[in-house]
């Protein structure tokens, strides 16, 4: 992310209520604007309303969840879009086109009965209904490779495929249509460290190549200290601190926060052990 890059997205007054018996204020008038090619990190513990403020950016969210007040708009090429007043038709091609969205626990979200290949292939004619079979191959093949997955696994179905290399093809999915935002909710929580750490390392190393801006959702704030731009964090649905990771990491300015950093052990020493190998030279550059 360049320092002087122009919003992509702006998130302003957002209040999301769960309308149950007793309703829930998930998310507590939420400003927040992000950058193109900026990873905005989005910490928290849980139930502090991450997954509803992500949901409801993307127009995801569903009944009992009501959008009380907000304004939420799209900075793109043709001007903006005022993504709260999108009809259906509309939604469905800004949800690939311009902001998609990669889900913990790809197996949920991949199809168990269609080859990786059917898949891509649904998602590119759904959108690009005149695309060529060979346009569709290369496509397909080019999204592949670019997350570190073989092309020659475009046969296999999803139970062949590893846990990281299941995240690793729906990352490709959400990458498919060349969106300028990705939100990733937990996309990497339920592997391996070694396999994580390979697929968050992929996912700054995409987010350079191609410029698109991420919002990376996690209680991990350790993780979002080595990934991140800059970085939100939640607490009871509101928004109470958002800094460059670097910042938020020497001087975070609300207790809650303070409180968390003080919560990982692992924090203690120098900040970000692992995937600051290799690129935190470009992260300090970035913040
Ligand atoms: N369908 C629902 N009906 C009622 N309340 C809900 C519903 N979904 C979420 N909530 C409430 O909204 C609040 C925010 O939940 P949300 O899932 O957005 O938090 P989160 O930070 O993403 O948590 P997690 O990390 O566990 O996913 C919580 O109090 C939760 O109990």
């Given at each position: 992310?360049?320092?002087d890059?122009?919003?992509?997205l702006?998130?302003?007054d957002l209040?999301?209520?769960?309308?149950?018996e007793?309703?829930?204020?998930?998310?507590?008038?939420?400003?927040l604007?992000?950058?193109k090619g900026?990873?905005?990190?989005?910490?928290?513990?849980s139930?502090?309303?991450?997954?509803?403020?992500?949901?409801?950016?993307?127009?995801?969210?569903?009944p009992?969840?009501?959008?009380?007040?907000?304004r939420?708009?799209?900075?793109?090429?043709?001007g903006?879009i005022?993504?709260?007043a999108?009809?259906?038709?509309e939604?469905?091609?800004?949800?690939?086109?311009?902001l998609s969205?990669?889900?913990?626990?790809?197996?949920?979200?991949l199809?168990?009965?269609?080859t990786?290949?059917?898949q891509?292939?649904?998602?590119l004619?759904?959108?690009?209904?005149r695309?060529?079979?060979?346009?569709?191959?290369?496509?397909?093949?080019d999204?592949?490779?670019?997350v570190?997955?073989?092309p020659?696994?475009l046969?296999?179905y999803?139970?062949?495929?590893?846990g990281?290399?299941?995240?690793?093809?729906?990352?490709?999915m959400?990458?498919l249509l060349?969106?300028?935002?990705?939100i990733?909710?937990e996309p990497?929580t339920?592997?391996?460290?070694?396999?994580?750490?390979d697929?968050l390392r992929?996912?700054v190393?995409?987010?350079?190549?191609?410029?698109?801006?991420v919002?990376?959702?996690?209680h991990?704030l350790?993780?979002?200290?080595?990934?991140?731009?800059?970085i939100?964090?939640?607490?009871?649905?509101?928004?109470?601190?958002?800094?460059?990771?670097?910042?938020?990491y020497?001087?975070?300015?609300?207790?809650?926060?303070?409180?968390?950093?003080?919560?990982?052990?692992?924090l203690?020493?120098?900040?970000?052990?692992?995937i600051?190998?290799g690129?935190?030279?470009?992260?300090?550059?970035?913040?």
């Amino acid at each position: 992310m360049k320092t002087d890059a122009e919003p992509v997205l702006t998130v302003e007054d957002l209040t999301v209520v769960y309308e149950t018996e007793q309703p829930v204020t998930a998310v507590k008038n939420a400003d927040l604007t992000l950058h193109k090619g900026e990873i905005l990190g989005l910490a928290g513990e849980s139930g502090c309303g991450k997954t509803t403020l992500a949901y409801a950016v993307n127009r995801l969210h569903r009944p009992p969840a009501r959008i009380a007040s907000g304004r939420i708009t799209f900075h793109g090429d043709q001007g903006d879009i005022d993504i709260l007043a999108l009809e259906d038709a509309e939604l469905r091609a800004f949800r690939w086109e311009r902001l998609s969205m990669v889900f913990q626990g790809a197996m949920n979200a991949l199809n168990p009965v269609l080859t990786v290949r059917a898949q891509l292939r649904d998602t590119l004619l759904a959108h690009r209904p005149r695309m060529s079979r060979k346009e569709i191959r290369e496509r397909s093949e080019d999204v592949l490779t670019r997350v570190g997955v073989d092309p020659r696994r475009l046969g296999s179905y999803p139970h062949e495929l590893s846990g990281g290399m299941r995240q690793r093809v729906m990352i490709a999915m959400a990458m498919l249509l060349e969106p300028q935002i990705m939100i990733m909710d937990e996309p990497t929580t339920a592997l391996d460290v070694v396999v994580q750490r390979d697929i968050l390392r992929e996912i700054v190393r995409l987010r350079d190549e191609l410029d698109f801006a991420v919002v990376f959702i996690t209680h991990d704030l350790p993780l979002l200290l080595e990934i991140s731009d800059r970085i939100a964090v939640m607490l009871e649905g509101e928004i109470v601190e958002l800094a460059t990771a670097d910042r938020l990491y020497r001087e975070a300015s609300h207790p809650y926060t303070r409180r968390l950093l003080g919560s990982f052990p692992s924090l203690s020493g120098e900040r970000g052990a692992f995937i600051r190998t290799g690129i935190d030279e470009t992260l300090e550059e970035r913040a």
